[in-house]
């Protein structure tokens, strides 16, 4: 008998981490419904999700998993089968790594799982451009990139619309929609977006579009060292300019993850952070706003199913900077970001080693902020020399030592 299947595709920044803490904590309460959220006993951090068992499948697009998490993920594959196989209820799985899928991987889970694609059905959760660009940037100067927003912005739209570039694959709504409902019913797939305001909203579109009980946040355990950390505008800075610093040839790629880790620990645990948000420059403004009316008008000639509103997938104004307004990072912004982590006990350096670091680091930052200003441009550019660095989802506390 095939079993009763629901995935969660949860696009990376779409709320995935905070929905998948809820699943876990009332798994026992899932249980007692006939719905199993697998993992527990065998998959990183408790079984927040089943991606670590995921990643046995996905191949091309997800280059950034390393030869031990695919060794591992085989057998947790394994594992994550006997689990759905011995449970006679729905399974529930939810994976960043599945917006990534392509059409044969698609088929090859579906047939590894013994599910029948006709009785499949599909969770898609997405977010706004105006949230979602900034974030997955700040995501990769986490991981070590160094490249600005701008420039950053910029490769996306040199890249968008060329097939099997894997940020547009995950993020392309209407291709991704598309994918899935080649190979399940198109009636069984439903969008859920994520509202603008009010994180608490996300919660109940999911759980009615899962058909799980939304009583399940009020038990949640919070625990803050699971969440992803979001940065404010001067704390990305300083971990970018940290970033060319780190990447000098002298420190090997494990000790540069160390000293990020070290960092993102250090203002994870302060009690107080000051600073601006991450906002989308007003020059690209009219072409992120094309991005989503492109999207918004496709997803609606495809017919699929929403819970929320199409129209929680334009971006709203407050998150792209005011004309005429300097986008950029006091120093006086940064010393208060370098205070918290020179303050904090999590950081293992003597005190006088630590301010002799911090002030070296301001000096630096000095000289960097009192370079040339770029030149105005009126346009975004067509294309740009750089691409942006691959965006590995993050899962769990991953957030904070990727």
Known sequence: MAPQLT?????????????????????????????????????????????????????????????????????????????????????????????????????????????????????????????????????????????????????????????????????????????????????????????????????????????????????????RSERNLSLTLSQTDLLRHLNQCLDDGRRSAEKQRLVRRKILDSWMRAESRTGSPILLPERFRSLIERWANEDVQELRSLGVSVVGSLEDLRPASEQVTSPGAVAGTSLEQLAADLLLLLESPATAVPAIRRATVGLQLVRALRRRLRGPAPAATAAVPAATAAAPPPLAPADSAATVEA
């Open 7 to 223: 995935l969660h595709i949860g696009t990376p920044k779409s709320g995935t981490t905070y929905l998948q803490t809820i699943l876990r904590s009332g798994r026992k309460d899932l249980r007692r419904r006939g719905i199993c959220f697998p993992g527990k006993d065998y998959l990183p951090h408790g079984g927040l999700n089943q991606q670590p068992a995921i990643y046995a499948l996905g191949r091309r697009n997800i280059g950034w998993v390393g030869q031990e998490a695919r060794e591992n993920a085989v057998r947790y594959f394994d594992r994550l089968c006997e689990e759905i196989s011995a449970h006679s209820g729905r399974t529930l799985i939810s994976a960043e790594s599945l917006s990534f899928f392509d059409r044969t991987e698609i088929e090859t889970l579906l047939a590894d799982l013994r599910a029948d694609p006709a009785e499949v059905d599909v969770i898609i959760t997405a977010r706004d451009f105006g949230r979602l660009l900034p974030s997955i940037w700040q995501q990769n100067v986490k991981n070590g990139s160094s490249q600005p927003l701008e420039e950053y912005l910029s490769s996306l739209s040199a890249l968008r619309g060329i097939p099997g570039v894997p940020l547009w694959t995950a993020f392309g709504l209407p291709g991704l929609v598309s994918r899935w409902s080649d190979v399940v019913d198109p009636r069984r797939i439903t969008l859920v977006t994520v509202p603008h305001r009010g994180r608490g909203e996300l919660w109940p579109r999911f759980a009615t579009a899962a058909g799980v009980p939304e009583p399940l946040a009020e038990n949640a355990v919070k625990d």
